[in-house]
Protein backbone atom coordinates (compact mmCIF):
# COMPACT_ATOMS: atom_id res chain seq x y z
CA UNK A 1 0.00 0.00 0.00
CA UNK A 2 3.20 2.19 0.32
CA UNK A 3 3.85 2.22 -2.97
CA UNK A 4 0.74 2.65 -3.77
CA UNK A 5 0.55 5.71 -2.40
CA UNK A 6 3.32 7.02 -4.05
CA UNK A 7 2.83 5.54 -7.49
CA UNK A 8 -0.59 6.79 -7.35
CA UNK A 9 0.20 10.60 -5.87
CA UNK A 10 2.76 10.78 -8.20
CA UNK A 11 1.25 9.62 -11.34
CA UNK A 12 -1.65 12.22 -12.33
CA UNK A 13 -1.93 14.79 -14.80
CA UNK A 14 1.68 15.99 -14.93
CA UNK A 15 2.85 12.99 -17.35
CA UNK A 16 0.07 14.68 -19.95
CA UNK A 17 1.40 18.06 -19.91
CA UNK A 18 4.79 18.48 -18.86
CA UNK A 19 5.83 17.14 -22.15
CA UNK A 20 5.42 19.68 -23.69
CA UNK A 21 7.35 22.61 -21.43
CA UNK A 22 9.89 19.84 -20.73
CA UNK A 23 10.83 19.44 -24.85
CA UNK A 24 9.95 22.89 -25.24
CA UNK A 25 12.74 24.42 -22.45
CA UNK A 26 15.52 21.46 -23.39
CA UNK A 27 15.33 22.29 -27.11
CA UNK A 28 15.94 18.58 -28.66
CA UNK A 29 13.92 15.44 -28.21
CA UNK A 30 17.52 13.48 -26.84
CA UNK A 31 17.92 15.72 -23.54
CA UNK A 32 14.77 16.00 -23.17
CA UNK A 33 14.32 12.44 -22.04
CA UNK A 34 17.77 12.67 -20.36
CA UNK A 35 15.88 15.28 -18.19
CA UNK A 36 13.18 12.56 -17.53
CA UNK A 37 15.60 10.15 -16.57
CA UNK A 38 17.40 12.83 -14.10
CA UNK A 39 15.15 14.37 -12.67
CA UNK A 40 13.91 10.51 -11.69
CA UNK A 41 16.95 10.42 -10.13
CA UNK A 42 17.23 13.17 -8.07
CA UNK A 43 13.32 12.23 -7.12
CA UNK A 44 15.15 9.13 -5.25
CA UNK A 45 17.81 11.11 -4.04
CA UNK A 46 15.43 13.24 -2.47
CA UNK A 47 13.03 10.22 -1.37
CA UNK A 48 15.50 8.80 1.00
CA UNK A 49 16.94 12.06 2.36
CA UNK A 50 13.11 12.43 3.45
CA UNK A 51 13.04 8.47 4.77
CA UNK A 52 15.67 9.21 6.79
CA UNK A 53 13.89 12.34 8.36
CA UNK A 54 10.44 10.95 8.10
CA UNK A 55 11.78 7.81 10.63
CA UNK A 56 13.76 10.27 12.42
CA UNK A 57 11.10 12.66 13.60
CA UNK A 58 8.23 10.00 12.63
CA UNK A 59 5.13 12.76 12.77
CA UNK A 60 2.36 13.25 10.01
CA UNK A 61 3.10 16.83 8.53
CA UNK A 62 5.66 15.54 5.93
CA UNK A 63 8.39 18.59 5.38
CA UNK A 64 6.28 20.84 7.40
CA UNK A 65 7.03 19.06 10.62
CA UNK A 66 10.79 18.39 10.16
CA UNK A 67 11.44 22.73 9.35
CA UNK A 68 9.43 23.40 12.11
CA UNK A 69 11.15 20.83 14.68
CA UNK A 70 14.49 21.56 13.24
CA UNK A 71 14.86 25.40 12.45
CA UNK A 72 11.83 26.37 14.98
CA UNK A 73 8.35 27.72 14.74
CA UNK A 74 8.74 30.58 12.39
CA UNK A 75 10.46 28.32 9.61
CA UNK A 76 8.03 25.91 10.08
CA UNK A 77 4.82 28.61 9.72
CA UNK A 78 5.78 30.13 6.86
CA UNK A 79 6.33 26.65 4.61
CA UNK A 80 2.94 25.59 6.05
CA UNK A 81 1.31 28.90 4.98
CA UNK A 82 3.33 28.89 1.12
CA UNK A 83 1.58 25.09 1.01
CA UNK A 84 -1.70 26.27 1.90
CA UNK A 85 -2.11 29.39 0.27
CA UNK A 86 0.63 28.77 -2.71
CA UNK A 87 1.20 24.74 -3.19
CA UNK A 88 -2.11 23.44 -2.76
CA UNK A 89 -3.93 26.20 -5.09
CA UNK A 90 -1.48 26.30 -8.04
CA UNK A 91 -1.41 22.25 -8.13
CA UNK A 92 -4.88 22.12 -7.80
CA UNK A 93 -5.72 25.06 -10.70
CA UNK A 94 -3.19 23.43 -13.19
CA UNK A 95 -4.73 19.23 -12.55
CA UNK A 96 -7.95 21.35 -13.23
CA UNK A 97 -6.77 23.68 -16.37
CA UNK A 98 -5.13 19.86 -17.45
CA UNK A 99 -9.04 18.68 -17.48
CA UNK A 100 -10.30 21.57 -19.48
CA UNK A 101 -7.98 21.39 -21.67
CA UNK A 102 -8.61 17.52 -22.45
CA UNK A 103 -12.46 17.92 -22.56
CA UNK A 104 -12.75 20.68 -24.87
CA UNK A 105 -9.47 20.05 -26.95
CA UNK A 106 -11.65 17.37 -29.01
CA UNK A 107 -14.22 20.15 -29.80
CA UNK A 108 -11.76 22.98 -31.37
CA UNK A 109 -9.70 20.66 -33.48
CA UNK A 110 -8.36 23.30 -35.23
CA UNK A 111 -7.26 25.88 -32.56
CA UNK A 112 -6.63 26.06 -28.67
CA UNK A 113 -9.99 26.23 -26.43
CA UNK A 114 -10.89 29.87 -25.70
CA UNK A 115 -9.07 30.72 -22.51
CA UNK A 116 -12.57 31.48 -20.57
CA UNK A 117 -14.00 28.63 -21.40
CA UNK A 118 -10.93 26.75 -19.69
CA UNK A 119 -11.13 28.79 -16.89
CA UNK A 120 -15.03 28.21 -16.53
CA UNK A 121 -14.88 24.60 -16.71
CA UNK A 122 -12.18 24.13 -14.39
CA UNK A 123 -13.55 26.12 -11.97
CA UNK A 124 -16.58 23.97 -12.42
CA UNK A 125 -15.17 21.05 -11.68
CA UNK A 126 -13.18 22.18 -8.52
CA UNK A 127 -16.57 23.35 -7.40
CA UNK A 128 -18.28 20.40 -7.94
CA UNK A 129 -15.53 18.02 -6.12
CA UNK A 130 -15.40 20.62 -3.18
CA UNK A 131 -19.11 19.98 -2.99
CA UNK A 132 -18.53 16.46 -3.27
CA UNK A 133 -15.90 16.12 -0.59
CA UNK A 134 -17.39 18.57 1.74
CA UNK A 135 -20.74 16.03 1.66
CA UNK A 136 -19.61 13.06 2.29
CA UNK A 137 -15.98 11.23 3.02
CA UNK A 138 -16.85 8.03 1.18
CA UNK A 139 -18.39 9.73 -2.07
CA UNK A 140 -14.82 11.38 -2.18
CA UNK A 141 -12.83 8.09 -1.90
CA UNK A 142 -15.21 6.29 -3.94
CA UNK A 143 -14.79 8.91 -7.08
CA UNK A 144 -10.64 8.75 -5.88
CA UNK A 145 -11.54 4.93 -6.60
CA UNK A 146 -13.56 4.99 -10.33
CA UNK A 147 -11.01 8.10 -11.57
CA UNK A 148 -8.07 6.77 -11.10
CA UNK A 149 -8.56 3.70 -13.23
CA UNK A 150 -8.65 6.53 -16.52
CA UNK A 151 -4.88 7.62 -15.40
CA UNK A 152 -3.79 3.34 -16.10
CA UNK A 153 -5.45 3.49 -19.18
CA UNK A 154 -4.06 6.11 -20.63
CA UNK A 155 -0.83 5.54 -19.86
CA UNK A 156 -1.13 1.72 -20.84
CA UNK A 157 -2.80 2.93 -24.41
CA UNK A 158 0.20 5.31 -25.05
CA UNK A 159 3.34 3.04 -23.82
CA UNK A 160 1.81 -0.01 -25.91
CA UNK A 161 1.27 2.33 -29.02
CA UNK A 162 4.79 3.48 -29.00
CA UNK A 163 6.03 -0.11 -28.59
CA UNK A 164 4.06 -0.95 -31.47
CA UNK A 165 5.25 2.35 -33.58
CA UNK A 166 8.95 1.26 -32.10
CA UNK A 167 8.61 -2.21 -33.87
CA UNK A 168 7.18 -0.57 -36.73
CA UNK A 169 10.60 0.91 -37.49
CA UNK A 170 8.52 4.40 -36.85
CA UNK A 171 11.66 6.08 -34.35
CA UNK A 172 13.57 8.80 -36.18
CA UNK A 173 13.64 11.24 -33.49
CA UNK A 174 14.86 8.52 -31.15
CA UNK A 175 18.16 7.96 -33.79
CA UNK A 176 21.07 9.70 -31.65
CA UNK A 177 21.83 12.14 -35.06
CA UNK A 178 17.93 12.94 -34.93
CA UNK A 179 17.31 12.72 -31.42
CA UNK A 180 19.81 15.48 -30.37
CA UNK A 181 19.05 17.65 -33.12
CA UNK A 182 18.61 21.19 -31.54
CA UNK A 183 15.44 23.46 -32.60
CA UNK A 184 16.40 26.41 -30.84
CA UNK A 185 20.10 26.81 -29.46
CA UNK A 186 20.83 24.95 -26.01
CA UNK A 187 20.72 27.45 -22.94
CA UNK A 188 21.53 26.52 -19.22
CA UNK A 189 18.25 28.60 -18.08
CA UNK A 190 15.88 26.72 -19.92
CA UNK A 191 17.31 23.83 -19.07
CA UNK A 192 16.95 24.50 -15.23
CA UNK A 193 13.38 25.56 -16.76
CA UNK A 194 12.65 22.05 -18.26
CA UNK A 195 13.79 20.57 -14.74
CA UNK A 196 10.85 22.37 -13.49
CA UNK A 197 8.43 21.40 -15.81
CA UNK A 198 9.68 17.82 -15.21
CA UNK A 199 9.49 17.84 -11.72
CA UNK A 200 5.79 18.94 -11.59
CA UNK A 201 5.41 15.46 -12.40
CA UNK A 202 6.99 13.83 -10.13
CA UNK A 203 4.81 16.01 -7.72
CA UNK A 204 3.66 13.47 -4.94
CA UNK A 205 6.93 11.59 -3.86
CA UNK A 206 6.95 13.00 -0.62
CA UNK A 207 3.26 12.43 -0.08
CA UNK A 208 4.33 9.19 2.08
CA UNK A 209 5.88 11.43 4.88
CA UNK A 210 2.61 13.20 5.54
CA UNK A 211 1.07 9.55 7.24
CA UNK A 212 4.46 8.23 8.92
CA UNK A 213 2.17 8.11 11.91
CA UNK A 214 -0.10 5.50 10.55
CA UNK A 215 2.77 3.34 8.05
CA UNK A 216 2.97 -0.53 9.47
CA UNK A 217 6.89 -0.63 9.90
CA UNK A 218 8.33 2.55 8.56
CA UNK A 219 12.27 1.73 8.67
CA UNK A 220 11.83 -1.15 6.19
CA UNK A 221 8.26 -0.55 4.45
CA UNK A 222 9.35 3.40 3.81
CA UNK A 223 12.98 2.61 2.24
CA UNK A 224 11.37 -0.22 0.13
CA UNK A 225 8.78 1.88 -1.11
CA UNK A 226 11.08 4.51 -2.86
CA UNK A 227 13.09 1.76 -4.35
CA UNK A 228 10.26 0.41 -5.68
CA UNK A 229 7.94 2.99 -6.63
CA UNK A 230 10.19 5.79 -7.86
CA UNK A 231 12.00 3.67 -10.01
CA UNK A 232 8.55 2.62 -12.21
CA UNK A 233 6.95 5.79 -12.39
CA UNK A 234 10.53 6.93 -13.90
CA UNK A 235 10.32 3.69 -16.49
CA UNK A 236 6.31 4.70 -16.88
CA UNK A 237 7.26 8.68 -18.08
CA UNK A 238 10.15 7.94 -20.19
CA UNK A 239 8.68 5.14 -22.19
CA UNK A 240 5.85 7.29 -22.07
CA UNK A 241 7.94 10.11 -23.72
CA UNK A 242 9.20 7.79 -26.13
CA UNK A 243 5.57 6.64 -27.25
CA UNK A 244 4.64 10.39 -28.06
CA UNK A 245 7.98 11.15 -30.33
CA UNK A 246 6.94 8.09 -31.93
CA UNK A 247 3.74 9.56 -33.21
CA UNK A 248 4.80 13.23 -33.30
CA UNK A 249 7.54 15.57 -34.74
CA UNK A 250 9.46 17.79 -31.75
CA UNK A 251 7.12 20.78 -33.85
CA UNK A 252 3.78 18.83 -33.90
CA UNK A 253 4.25 17.91 -30.09
CA UNK A 254 5.01 21.79 -29.28
CA UNK A 255 2.12 23.17 -31.44
CA UNK A 256 -0.34 20.64 -29.44
CA UNK A 257 -1.92 21.44 -26.46
CA UNK A 258 -3.16 18.37 -25.31
CA UNK A 259 -0.39 15.61 -26.15
CA UNK A 260 -2.16 12.95 -25.38
CA UNK A 261 -5.16 14.24 -27.86
CA UNK A 262 -2.67 14.71 -30.47
CA UNK A 263 -1.54 10.98 -30.02
CA UNK A 264 -4.72 9.56 -30.27
CA UNK A 265 -5.59 11.01 -32.94
CA UNK A 266 -2.00 10.26 -35.05
CA UNK A 267 -2.44 6.48 -33.84
CA UNK A 268 -6.24 5.38 -32.85
CA UNK A 269 -8.38 6.76 -35.92
CA UNK A 270 -12.03 6.55 -35.00
CA UNK A 271 -11.15 5.25 -31.37
CA UNK A 272 -8.77 8.37 -30.56
CA UNK A 273 -11.97 9.71 -28.13
CA UNK A 274 -10.41 7.03 -25.87
CA UNK A 275 -7.57 8.99 -25.23
CA UNK A 276 -8.80 12.56 -23.97
CA UNK A 277 -11.84 10.77 -21.90
CA UNK A 278 -8.97 8.91 -20.30
CA UNK A 279 -6.89 12.17 -19.55
CA UNK A 280 -10.57 13.90 -18.14
CA UNK A 281 -11.12 10.94 -15.96
CA UNK A 282 -7.58 10.91 -14.19
CA UNK A 283 -7.27 14.59 -14.22
CA UNK A 284 -10.71 14.81 -12.57
CA UNK A 285 -10.05 12.32 -9.79
CA UNK A 286 -6.26 14.58 -9.68
CA UNK A 287 -8.33 17.27 -8.19
CA UNK A 288 -10.90 15.23 -6.00
CA UNK A 289 -7.38 13.66 -4.42
CA UNK A 290 -5.74 16.96 -4.37
CA UNK A 291 -8.33 18.02 -2.51
CA UNK A 292 -9.18 14.75 -0.18
CA UNK A 293 -5.60 15.11 1.19
CA UNK A 294 -4.56 18.33 1.75
CA UNK A 295 -6.81 18.45 4.86
CA UNK A 296 -4.24 16.43 6.40
CA UNK A 297 -1.63 19.32 6.33
CA UNK A 298 -4.20 20.99 7.60
CA UNK A 299 -4.89 19.05 11.00
CA UNK A 300 -1.07 18.83 11.23
CA UNK A 301 -0.79 22.96 11.48
CA UNK A 302 -3.41 23.27 13.30
CA UNK A 303 -2.59 20.78 15.92
CA UNK A 304 0.83 23.14 16.42
CA UNK A 305 -1.10 26.58 16.34
CA UNK A 306 0.43 27.39 13.16
CA UNK A 307 -3.00 27.36 11.39
CA UNK A 308 -6.51 28.83 12.87
CA UNK A 309 -8.48 26.47 14.74
CA UNK A 310 -11.53 26.98 12.33
CA UNK A 311 -9.68 25.16 9.30
CA UNK A 312 -9.09 22.33 11.32
CA UNK A 313 -12.80 22.08 12.33
CA UNK A 314 -15.14 19.19 10.61
CA UNK A 315 -18.75 18.55 10.02
CA UNK A 316 -20.13 16.81 13.10
CA UNK A 317 -22.30 14.25 11.33
CA UNK A 318 -20.84 14.24 7.91
CA UNK A 319 -17.34 14.02 9.31
CA UNK A 320 -15.63 15.88 6.50
CA UNK A 321 -13.38 19.34 6.78
CA UNK A 322 -15.84 21.69 5.04
CA UNK A 323 -13.61 24.74 6.17
CA UNK A 324 -10.20 23.56 4.96
CA UNK A 325 -12.23 22.56 1.59
CA UNK A 326 -13.83 26.05 1.13
CA UNK A 327 -10.42 27.62 1.97
CA UNK A 328 -8.81 25.74 -0.63
CA UNK A 329 -11.21 26.00 -3.33
CA UNK A 330 -12.02 30.01 -3.08
CA UNK A 331 -7.72 30.04 -2.91
CA UNK A 332 -7.70 27.93 -6.04
CA UNK A 333 -10.40 29.86 -7.81
CA UNK A 334 -7.71 32.72 -7.36
CA UNK A 335 -4.91 30.43 -8.98
CA UNK A 336 -7.50 30.27 -12.57
CA UNK A 337 -7.08 34.00 -13.18
CA UNK A 338 -4.78 32.64 -15.58
CA UNK A 339 -5.40 29.57 -17.88
CA UNK A 340 -1.30 29.56 -18.96
CA UNK A 341 -0.40 26.02 -17.14
CA UNK A 342 3.18 26.09 -18.25
CA UNK A 343 3.07 29.29 -16.13
CA UNK A 344 1.84 27.92 -13.21
CA UNK A 345 4.24 25.54 -13.62
CA UNK A 346 7.20 26.86 -13.24
CA UNK A 347 5.64 28.91 -10.17
CA UNK A 348 4.76 25.94 -8.08
CA UNK A 349 7.82 23.91 -9.55
CA UNK A 350 10.18 27.22 -8.04
CA UNK A 351 8.39 27.36 -4.42
CA UNK A 352 8.64 23.29 -4.25
CA UNK A 353 12.07 22.97 -5.02
CA UNK A 354 12.72 25.90 -2.48
CA UNK A 355 11.38 24.07 0.38
CA UNK A 356 12.88 20.99 -0.94
CA UNK A 357 15.81 22.11 -0.58
CA UNK A 358 15.41 23.93 2.77
CA UNK A 359 14.17 20.22 4.19
CA UNK A 360 16.77 18.49 2.56
CA UNK A 361 19.57 21.01 4.61
CA UNK A 362 17.58 20.62 7.57
CA UNK A 363 19.09 17.36 7.38
CA UNK A 364 22.64 18.13 7.38
CA UNK A 365 22.00 20.79 9.98
CA UNK A 366 20.33 17.83 12.29
CA UNK A 367 23.47 15.54 11.72
CA UNK A 368 25.14 18.39 12.72
CA UNK A 369 23.40 19.54 15.86
CA UNK A 370 22.87 15.97 17.28
CA UNK A 371 24.99 13.82 15.55
CA UNK A 372 24.06 10.91 18.50
CA UNK A 373 19.92 11.67 17.53
CA UNK A 374 18.28 7.68 17.37
CA UNK A 375 18.10 7.31 12.63
CA UNK A 376 16.59 4.04 12.11
CA UNK A 377 17.37 4.92 8.62
CA UNK A 378 21.02 6.54 8.02
CA UNK A 379 22.25 7.82 4.66
CA UNK A 380 25.49 9.22 3.18
CA UNK A 381 25.53 12.68 3.75
CA UNK A 382 26.63 12.68 -0.02
CA UNK A 383 23.22 12.15 -1.09
CA UNK A 384 21.96 15.67 0.66
CA UNK A 385 24.84 17.22 -0.67
CA UNK A 386 24.22 16.09 -4.43
CA UNK A 387 20.71 16.83 -4.35
CA UNK A 388 21.51 20.31 -2.57
CA UNK A 389 24.16 21.56 -5.59
CA UNK A 390 21.08 20.08 -8.14
CA UNK A 391 18.92 22.18 -6.20
CA UNK A 392 21.16 25.38 -6.34
CA UNK A 393 21.46 24.85 -9.96
CA UNK A 394 18.03 24.51 -10.73
CA UNK A 395 16.89 27.93 -8.84
CA UNK A 396 19.73 30.23 -9.71
CA UNK A 397 19.31 29.52 -12.93
CA UNK A 398 15.49 29.11 -13.59
CA UNK A 399 15.20 32.40 -11.62
CA UNK A 400 17.96 33.92 -13.85
CA UNK A 401 16.02 32.85 -17.33
CA UNK A 402 12.64 33.75 -15.97
CA UNK A 403 12.55 36.41 -13.28
CA UNK A 404 8.99 36.90 -13.37
CA UNK A 405 5.80 34.93 -13.05
Aim: aromatic share 14%; glycine share 8%; proline share 5%.
Amino acid sequence: SACGIIVGNIIGSGIFVSPKGVLENASSVGLALIVWIITGLITAIGALCYAELGVTIPKSGGDYSYVKDIFGGLAGFLRLWIAVLVIYPTNQAVIALTFSNYVLQPLFPTCFPPENGLRLLAGICLLLLTWVNCASVRWATRVQDVFTAGKLLALILIIIMGIVQICKGEYYWLEPANAFEPFQDYDVGLIALAFLQGSFAYGGWNFLNYVTEELVDPYVNLPRAIFISIPLVTFVYVFANIAYVTAMSPQELLASNAVAVTFGEKLLGVMSWIMPISVALSTFGGVNGSLFTSSRLFFAGAREGHLPSLLAMIHVKRCTPIPALLFTCISTLLMLCTSDMYTLINYVGFINYLFYGVTVAGQIVLRVKQPDMHRPIKISLVWPVIYLLFWAFLLIFSLYSEPVV
